[in-house]
């Protein structure tokens, strides 16, 4: 099953993997975000090159960057907004009378669990931006989990019909 917010948090842990197993070229810093995004689909097949491409893309530092470090940078402040965004819906899902009381419980775990994944990610951050690519990849990690656990909370909770890894479900519910 392909996570829409998990994504976010994989595309991080695996450029912390480039980061640890890889140097950059030349010929990577002026492509840059195609060749980090090609890499990075080449290693894991969750991450899709083209939805890589438009992620990174979708901020015009991206296209600047020269240093793996940059795009990470800009990485996490992606997924530092969209982690906030997301809690923002959950919790306005909560307010929602419409829902049964499976879904709701499913919802609440979820705002628990993504209730911490912005400050991991700010952590993570600064770890990057010292220099500390373990703990960068560890706060990495823990966001990831939020998705994950997420979507096991809906599962877990036979609230199945509704999934926050969806997009069209919560855009349709919203």
């Known amino acids: 099953m ?3 917010e ?9 450029i ?5 197993c890889s140097t950059l070229t030349n010929a990577a810093a ?9 890499k990075m689909a080449g290693s ?4 899709k090159y083209n939805s890589c491409v438009t992620l ?14 940059e795009l990470g940078t800009i990485s996490f402040e992606i997924d530092i907004s969209k982690a906030k965004s997301i809690l923002s819906t959950i919790n306005g899902l909560l307010k929602d ?11 609440k775990d979820c705002s628990d669990f993504y209730s911490t994944a912005p400050d991991n990610l700010q952590e993570g951050l600064d770890a990057l931006k010292a220099g500390d690519y373990s703990t960068a990849n560890i706060r990495t990690s823990a966001a990831f989990d939020s998705s994950v656990n997420c979507d096991d909370s809906f599962k877990e909770k036979k609230a199945s019909q509704f999934r926050l890894s969806e997009p069209a479900k919560v855009k349709e519910v919203l």
């Open 30 to 38: 002026n492509n840059l975000v195609l060749d980090t995004c090609k």
């Open 6 to 14: 998990g994504y976010f948090f994989s595309l991080m842990f695996s």
């Open 44 to 47: 894991d097949p969750n991450i």
């Open 97 to 107: 009378p419409k829902f049964d009381p499976n879904v709701k419980r499913a919802l």
């Open 56 to 69: 990174l893309g979708s901020d015009p530092r991206s296209s600047k960057a020269t240093s793996l470090s």
């Open 16 to 20: 912390f993997m480039i980061f640890q």
């Open 2 to 4: 392909r996570k829409f």
